[in-house]
């Protein structure tokens, strides 16, 4: 007979957010773990059309990854995450980032801001969907069908912990087959993951590190250790393709949720998210990525510049690395400070080159855009 961890829990103790703030807490609230654990070394794999696989770093399965997984808030302020997982739109997250609404506001990678519909949420598992009729025909993240991860599997958390949009944590699967129970929810056969998680990765993905198909939501954690819960993708998958083919008529209440004490939003400050939407910006051109780079750029600029004459200005460009972001908050939004090395070819050649660039970062039309850009090559130490 199998052997199970059973953890009986109070939802006095844990419900940090009815409408969806957060992780799942057993114990208190942890304030540490912001910053994302950058994985630029690992080699994922991918496979060719002969059937073998080739390293692929780990650096672009999570730039692939984050503009498929979204920040979900609601009228409350409170913050949750998700993931595109089919091509209709549809968001997984957690049944206890969306109980007691029926809309909430989705927030994709490139600032973009929409409206999504609950069309289905679980009273015994922590699972919902959300419909996003923006995100329609949008090539949707992998997900792997069968529950197939083992002890050690290297694995990477995305979501918003503390409002800090699309930080990426790694860790390990640390145990298989936890069971816990969290009023009104139950936790069966669940993934353990040391991957760091905090107020706000609640219903983000869990992906496998060396292949970057979701085999996880991410969904609760234990106090100040870095013990994380991680319910499969596969033991949910026919629940949540149901409501995909067929909404729910009416969604079940959580009156039990409505009552907790909720923590205050930590969202990330106008100067962070001016900073994380340049420095996504660069992280679009270093992938060749130009259609995205260019769709954060405001209307006037593009009206200015056509998306050719965009991609052009980078033909000669090989790599660029953002060496230092300066945010400075202002009366219109944040102006933008980027001191950047360019690897670029000249003749030939290739040529490292040192700018300093000021964008004025503001919101247009519920979307933070770039509006412009004015840059300087630097010749010495004394032009920085």
């Known amino acids: 007979m199998r052997r199970e961890w059973i953890i009986s829990l109070s939802i006095s103790l844990l419900l940090l957010a009815g409408g969806g703030w957060a992780v799942f807490y057993v114990t208190d609230y942890i304030s540490s773990q912001l910053k994302a654990d950058t994985v630029l070394n690992q080699a994922p794999e991918k496979t060719e059309d002969n059937g073998e696989k080739v390293p692929k770093k780990t650096k672009d399965i999570i730039y692939e990854s984050q503009k498929l997984v979204v920040q979900i808030e609601l009228e409350d302020g409170s913050i949750g995450s998700g993931f595109l997982y089919n091509n209709q739109g549809d968001i997984i997250t957690n049944a206890h980032v969306v109980a007691n609404h029926e809309k909430v506001s989705v927030m994709t990678a490139d600032s973009k801001k929409m409206e999504g519909e609950v069309i289905g949420v ?57 069971n816990l129970s969290i009023e009104p929810f139950e936790y069966e056969d669940v993934y353990q993951i040391s991957a760091p998680i905090s107020p706000g990765n609640s219903g983000g993905p869990l992906l496998d590190g060396k292949t970057g198909e979701v085999i996880g939501i991410n969904s609760a954690k234990i106090g100040k ?42 969202a990330g400050t106008k100067a962070e998210q001016a900073t994380y939407l340049v420095q996504y910006f660069y992280n679009s051109i270093n992938q060749g990525d130009f259609v995205t780079a260019y769709s954060l750029l405001s209307s006037e600029w ?42 670029e070819t000249k003749d030939g050649e290739v040529v490292v080159k040192k700018y300093k660039v000021t964008y004025p970062v503001q919101y247009e039309n519920k979307s933070l855009k770039i509006m412009n850009g004015q840059g300087k090559e630097l010749t010495s130490q004394v032009d920085e």
């Open 302 to 343: 593009q009206e200015q510049t056509s998306f050719e004459e965009f991609r052009s200005g980078y033909y000669n460009t090989l790599a660029v690395s953002v060496d230092n972001i300066v945010a400075d908050p202002n009366e219109d939004g944040v102006e933008v400070t980027v001191f950047l090395t360019a690897e």
């Open 122 to 178: 679980s009273r015994d598992t922590d699972v919902a969907v959300v419909r996003v009729s923006g995100l329609k025909d949008k090539e949707p993240l992998p997900v792997r069908e069968e529950e197939t991860a083992e002890l050690l599997d290297e694995v990477l958390a995305l979501g918003s912990p503390l409002g800090l949009q699309n930080t990426v944590t790694r860790g390990e699967i640390s145990g298989l087959n936890r």
């Open 225 to 266: 250790e870095s013990i994380g819960f991680s319910i499969p993708i596969a033991d949910v998958l026919p629940m949540v393709r149901k409501w995909s083919e067929t909404p729910m008529k009416s969604l079940p209440e959580f009156p039990e949720l409505k009552d907790q004490e909720l923590q205050s939003p930590v």
